[in-house]
């Protein structure tokens, strides 16, 4: 298996992303090989300050690098020699079986739609997070921002990777989905939500349980909640600065501390052909090690190849 990593994205690149390598090389077992994508003179001088041997790697050269102000399609297409272009055709040639990036975020979206695209049936992607509701306990949220708008067949649609990824990734057996919405009543919400409800009641794609309200999300009720990427993204934001609330109250308790961007270390992209994983700009050494494990995780589930079956029809 390799695992590529694109050493130049991020706010702290390419310190934080090499010193995550090295914490994830620790890690990984030996079948697995990480490439990091960037500039090798900096790469090479950071692992001997961590006395580290950079031979442990596979170093991929690159020269240009996609800053994180930079326009996302132009830079991508422009920079074709950035180390996130260079990672994506990697990706996309077979020599690699994932990729992840703490790079500028609409630039990894558009290498995924670019360059690996989506699988055949899928009307457009999405991106997930897993949610903190118990110990060890979590709910997949998707999407949480990269479609703002959508229709009912794309919400059902992410329904089902969101299962799929909530059984093979997250371990749940016959995961409950559940719609967001205003209401639990069947004839609540807006035009979006009644039709994607009337969608979903008597599917057998999924383990579909009802509507879902925003104080439903760290309960049992649903293992999946599906919603578009507004509200995804309004949710997801809330649950961020409620962590931050806590540190600053000095609130101690490991059941918050799991809400810290450190420990999921990266969003996966469900609906392309590839694993991708999309980290944090602010990503520390820790963020990136856990998005490397993450990575590592999905591939070995075979969740791509599931996802490409299920939409077979």
């Known amino acids: 298996m390799r695992i590529g990593l694109d050493i130049m994205g991020g706010d702290f690149a390419p310190q934080a992303t090499t010193k995550g390598a090295i914490l994830a090389y620790k890690e990984l077992p030996p079948d697995v090989e990480l490439v990091l994508i960037g500039d090798r ?7 001997r300050e961590e006395n580290f041997d950079p031979g442990n790697f596979h170093i991929m050269p690159s020269t240009e690098v996609i800053g ?3 326009h996302p399609v132009k830079s991508f297409s422009m920079k074709r020699d950035s180390s996130m272009s260079v990672g994506y055709k990697m990706l996309a040639a077979g020599k690699l079986d994932g990729f992840c990036s703490a790079g500028n975020t609409g630039a990894m979206m558009a290498g995924a739609m670019f360059t690996i695209k989506s699988v ?34 794309v919400l059902y649609q992410y329904a089902i990777m969101g299962s799929l990824f909530a059984q ?16 639990s009543e069947e004839e609540k919400g807006n035009l979006l939500t009644k039709a994607t409800y009337q969608a979903m009641k008597d599917t057998t794609d999924f383990n579909f349980v009802g509507n879902i309200e925003g104080n439903d999300l760290f309960t049992d009720k649903a293992d999946v ?25 000095k609130v101690q308790h490991p059941f918050f501390e799991r809400f810290n961007y450190e420990h ?31 990575n590592r995780e999905i591939i070995e589930s075979g969740l791509i190849q599931k996802i490409k ?3 077979e029809s």
Do not use: W
């Not at 559940?178 to 209401?183: D, K, S």
């Not at 990427?229 to 109250?249: C, D, H, P, W």
């Open 120 to 153: 055949p049936g899928i009307i457009r992607p999405s991106i997930a997070v897993a949610i903190p509701k118990g110990e060890n306990e979590y709910t997949l949220l998707l999407d949480v921002g990269l479609n703002p708008d959508a229709r009912p067949d």
């Open 41 to 47: 003179d900096a790469i090479e001088a950071i692992c």
């Open 264 to 294: 999921s270390g990266g969003t996966p992209i469900l609906g392309i052909g590839s694993p991708v994983l999309i980290g944090h700009g602010m990503s520390t050494p820790v963020a990136i090690k856990n998005m490397v494990l993450k």
């Open 68 to 70: 994180m102000g930079d």
């Open 168 to 183: 093979y990734v997250m371990g749940i057996d016959n995961p409950k989905v559940g719609l967001m919405n205003i209401g």
């Open 225 to 249: 909640v599906v919603c578009d990427g507004f509200t995804g993204n309004v949710v997801l934001k809330q649950a961020e600065s409620f962590y931050y609330l806590i540190r600053k109250l």
């Open 309 to 311: 079956k299920a939409f």
